[in-house]
């Protein structure tokens, strides 16, 4: 049996790339790619103008300045006026103390000069092999329904297709989670 990759964005795109990437360097070893809520580039302006729709003026300020120059300051604000935006009903308002954070380490990887802004997949994933459905919630601010479609474009025609999620944000598993688990389950199990 061949391994199904899983692959989130965890305020950034730590886990996605690797899970996009690993197909494309093996592709006869992937069984099935399972990308959620997930980028092959990140797109900040798509990211600072979904900000705005959603949130409007002082939430897109906020995402701008610490997408494109992420200091401590701007990194609290963003948690503070941006991350509440992540999902389309509240979260435990805890749950960001209980997250482990590198801040540090965050500031030399996040924006558009940095790792985080020069990573692009796209190129390889004509690569991948394996069946590859892209979920994605329609209310996503980190990964804009352009972004998802764009990792879609990307993908062989034959081996991707798109799941949206009407009533999520970035965060399917806390809005539609019975559908979510639903649709890996099925996904999984499928031949």
């Avoid at 996009?20 to 797109?43: C, E, F, I, Q, W």
């Avoid at 494109?68 to 948690?79: C, D, I, K, S």
């Avoid at 435990?92 to 965050?106: F, I, L, Q």
């Avoid at 034959?158 to 009533?167: D, K, L, N, P, S």
Wanted: charged residues 25%; glycine residues 8%; hydrophobic residues 40%.
């Amino acid at each position: 049996m061949r391994p199904i990759v899983l692959g989130m964005i965890v305020l950034g795109m730590s886990w996605a790339v690797p899970s996009l990437a690993y197909p494309t360097r093996h592709p006869d070893h992937a069984g099935k790619l399972l990308p959620v809520s997930t980028a092959a580039k990140v797109d900040f302006p798509a990211i600072v103008a979904r900000f705005g729709q959603i949130g409007g003026p002082d939430v897109a300020r906020a995402a701008e300045t610490d997408w494109t120059a992420p200091t401590a300051e701007r990194r609290a604000e963003y948690v503070r006026v941006c991350v509440p935006f992540y999902r389309r009903s509240p979260a435990d308002p805890d749950r960001m103390r209980r997250m482990p954070r590198r801040d540090d380490t965050a500031f030399h990887f996040n924006g558009p000069g940095n790792e985080q802004g020069r990573m692009d997949v796209r190129p390889m994933l004509g690569r991948v092999r394996c069946p590859v459905p892209v979920m994605a919630g329609a209310h996503d601010p980190l990964v804009p329904s352009a972004v998802s479609e764009a990792l879609v474009a990307a993908l062989p025609s034959r081996r991707a297709h798109f799941e949206g999620f009407a009533e999520s944000g970035h965060d399917l598993f806390g809005n539609e989670l019975e559908r979510a688990f639903s649709d890996l389950r099925e996904f999984i199990a499928a031949a």
